[in-house]
């Protein structure tokens, strides 16, 4: 008898709340109908926009956004479709050869956005963003990857930079240092790991993750410059810049710094392993401040944040990759009034972005990490807050290169050629 009325309670208890998300609904598409009726009342005709992006914080923040802007500009409605970032760009390449891109979307600027660019599948926003951005003026190399031949075709919403990430409560148990140099950097490992604590928490399963290492070492022994020229001449590959930095991961694989299943680990595995407090450090990007001073963290407190050891201070890896551009068969291209909508709607994601949710490093002047509230994302601007920096590989390499590079790494993070091999398969 008494299961029975536990169980009645429990019937009534789900049938009450399905009754309450049934009225919120209702209410929700009423509210949209009236809506629609007053515009058409006063004889406005409704102009919509379609936004793509990639799941995770700037879906967040655009749907706010938009949500806002509609309050207060009748006849505008803004729809906003989200794809998980493995199938984003297959889905915005498949909108490109069926014409039937989005107004704004999305997307990584340099050598991706150029692609775009050189097929006219982009809108040239520089004359309208000279008449209706009224925004910040963009922090030094934030215009880089959306400026192509002087003309701009995108707008960048934050920055990123690659950093390592070190648990100060297992530094300070074990006293140890943090390193300065690579010779260090290889010593606190072997230090590690003879306490049985893992000394980084690994991504090896996504190769752009793994390039982070690379990259670093590859600035560890020479310039930005020599970078961007290699991405040229592949022949420039068989330099020591690129060969001792090779020889340099080749090591680091050696001594084996990740935990046991690190092949099988991905960005969220590796950053999720580290705010545990299972591992003493992550090297990833900004961006996984985010998740290290969220709910679920253990080590909100106990994180400081160090340049990759032996790299100098005038270098780094990171970027303004993520931006929002607009399509050029887009209404968007011919009507004013939608152009100041574009140049509103990503003056305040950026602003959102940096301010509200700290999800991103500055991309424009004046904006203001709050220490207090973000100090791990405070801490990551403020140990490169003026260095000359170069977006990931796959953003300056052309596709083909890209696949190449990606291929090679994977082979050496398996063990399955050296470092000899990676540069001459490179420089082929």
């Known amino acids: ?5 536990f169980v009645s ?12 998300i049934l009225g919120i609904l209702l209410y929700v598409m009423y509210s949209d109908v009236k809506k629609t009726e007053n515009i058409n009342a006063k004889g406005l005709l409704v102009k919509t926009i379609k936004i793509w992006t990639i799941h995770g ?11 806002e802007y509609e309050s207060k500009h009748e006849g505008i409605k803004i729809e906003i479709t989200t794809f998980k970032n493995e199938v984003y760009q297959s889905t915005i390449q498949n909108a490109a050869i069926t014409n039937e891109l989005p107004d704004i979307y999305f997307f990584w600027g340099y050598e991706k956005l150029k692609k775009y660019v050189d097929l006219d599948l982009v809108w040239n926003i520089s004359e309208a963003m000279r008449k209706y951005y009224d925004g910040e003026p963009p922090l030094p190399g934030a215009m880089d990857g959306v400026t192509y031949d002087g003309e701009i075709y995108g707008m960048p919403i934050n920055g990123w930079s690659s950093t390592l990430f070190c648990n100060s409560e297992l530094f300070k148990k074990y006293n140890l240092a943090y390193p300065t140099t690579y010779n260090e950097f290889i010593e606190i490992i072997e230090k590690f790991k003879e306490k049985g604590v ?5 991504s090896a399963k996504e190769m752009w993750m793994n390039s982070l290492y690379y990259m670093d070492l590859v600035l560890k022994e020479g310039s930005v410059q020599g970078v961007y020229a290699a991405s040229k001449d592949r022949s420039l590959f068989k330099t020591e810049q690129f060969h001792k930095a090779a020889k340099n991961m080749e090591r680091l694989i050696a001594t084996q710094p990740w935990e046991d299943n690190y092949l099988e680990n991905d960005a969220y595995d590796a950053a999720y392993l580290f705010t545990q407090g299972k591992s003493a450090m992550l090297l990833s990007g ?26 100098p201070d005038s270098v780094g890896v990171g970027g303004y990759a993520d931006a929002l551009v607009v399509s050029k068969q887009s209404q968007i291209a011919v009507d004013e009034e939608l152009q100041k909508l574009y140049f509103d709607i990503i003056k305040e994601v950026s602003r959102k972005a940096i301010e509200t949710d700290g999800i991103g490093l500055p991309a424009y002047e004046n904006q203001i990490i709050n220490q207090e509230k973000f ?28 696949d190449v590079y990606y291929d090679l790494l994977e082979q050496l993070m398996n063990r399955k050629i050296n470092a000899d091999e990676f540069i001459e398969g490179l420089s082929q």
């Open 1 to 5: 008898m008494g299961d029975d009325k």
């Open 9 to 20: 309670r429990v019937i009534i208890g789900i049938i009450g709340a399905l009754t309450a």
């Open 57 to 67: 914080g700037i879906e967040t923040i655009l749907n706010e956004v938009a949500r």
């Open 198 to 202: 893992v000394p980084i928490s690994s």
């Open 286 to 311: 900004s961006w996984s401040a985010s998740i290290i001073e969220g709910e679920e963290s253990k080590v909100k407190d106990k994180v400081d944040v160090i340049t990759f050891p032996g790299l």
């Open 375 to 402: 100090p791990t994302l405070y801490k990551c601007a403020q140990v490169a807050p003026t260095k000359a920096i170069h977006p990931a590989y796959d953003q300056i390499f052309d596709e083909d290169l890209s």
